[in-house]
């Protein structure tokens, strides 16, 4: 390796270092990495590798094999061997993905991660960590501010959520490959980032690129953006922790009416959304449902409203919101 390469890696090591330290996120309990064989993960593993040899904590590695592609098992082979090769530990596991209502890409995402999970609860290790880069954060929150996501969605991508972290939001794509050309070792090229069937890859290939064309890199924009509200939704978790309610071990929620009439509609609009995680139904396209409900708060009558997997209940005194089976979307009054 050249000496403008390695100052370059060493660069790379010491920026994702401080990023750990600025998030407050701390690897000591062992780290499992997730390696698809592409230039992100392999970069992840290489940097990882390294900050491990610094801080003195475990890490090891873990290749997901969907079998969706004929190249899959070759792949899962190459990837065994290039972190065995460089003195690492690589876990495999081989999954089966079926659809059932929802997207292929989704269901292989949820597989995928209960898998490295899994993998992660029986080495004993604290985080799954993920190749996310600055240029993933930017697609996610373009995706989701055209989908009509509100200001949660578009914090986008958080740097840790509870058992996964994320070091590398702040490196560009284009690094990340210089990083991984470092380990001399062949890379996997997923054909399917390319294929403009797929969302990201459509947005990747055509919107961004026209959009650059006329404001010029947005990325680091988009990602500040991202920064920026995470940094006004911890403030926005903080108040709705002040709200009295109560989590029973039915999978119910409540609160006092009155305390969520005091809130802006936004902040009882994200009540909800925090009632509906913490119940284990987490709503997808229900914004609608979402700030009906905000309203209906304020109405001097009871109500009921379906949403999720959940019954939200508005009494004269109360508003519940209790789990039941999953269903799709509806409303009534």
């Given at each position: ?62 290749h997901v094999n969907h079998r969706l592609r004929p190249s899959a098992e070759a792949e899962a082979r190459q ?255």
């Amino acid at each position: 390796m050249s000496p403008r390469a390695d100052r370059f890696f060493e660069r790379v090591v010491r920026r994702t270092a401080q990023f750990l330290d600025r998030h407050a996120i701390d690897p000591s309990g062992g780290w499992l990495v997730a390696v698809s064989g592409g230039a992100d993960s392999m970069a992840l593993w290489r940097i990882a590798a390294a900050l491990a040899a610094q801080r003195g904590f475990v890490v090891q590695a873990a290749h997901v094999n969907h079998r969706l592609r004929p190249s899959a098992e070759a792949e899962a082979r190459q990837v065994g061997a290039a972190i065995a090769g460089g003195g690492g530990v690589c876990h495999r596991a081989d999954v089966s993905v079926e659809a059932r209502g929802q997207g292929l890409e989704a269901a292989a995402r949820a597989a995928r991660y209960r898998a490295l999970d899994e993998i992660r609860r029986r080495q004993g290790l604290a985080a799954v960590v993920t190749g996310h880069t600055a240029d993933d954060q930017a697609e996610t929150v373009l995706m989701r501010l055209l989908a009509g996501s509100g200001l949660n969605g578009l914090a986008a991508m958080r740097p840790q959520s509870a058992t996964l972290v994320r070091p590398l939001l702040w490196l560009r794509r284009g690094e990340a490959l210089r990083v991984a050309q470092g380990l001399g070792v062949p890379l996997v090229d997923d054909a399917s980032n390319r294929d403009t069937r797929w969302l990201r890859a459509r947005l990747r290939a055509e919107l961004l690129p026209a959009i650059a064309a006329v404001f010029g890199d947005v990325v680091p924009r988009l990602c500040a953006l991202a920064d920026e509200i995470a940094a006004t939704d911890s403030v926005v978790e903080n108040l709705l922790r002040q709200v009295p309610g109560a989590l029973d071990r039915r999978g119910q929620v409540s609160a006092p009416r009155s305390a969520l009439r005091d809130l802006p509609p936004a902040l009882r609009a994200r009540w909800l959304l925090a009632a509906l995680a913490a119940i284990g139904c987490p709503p997808r396209r229900a914004r609608a449902t979402v700030d009906r409900f905000a309203r209906l708060v304020e109405a001097d009558r009871r109500f009921s409203l379906d949403v999720s997997g959940a019954s939200v209940r508005g009494g004269n005194l109360e508003v519940q919101v209790v789990r039941r089976a999953p269903c799709v979307i509806v409303q009534k009054t």
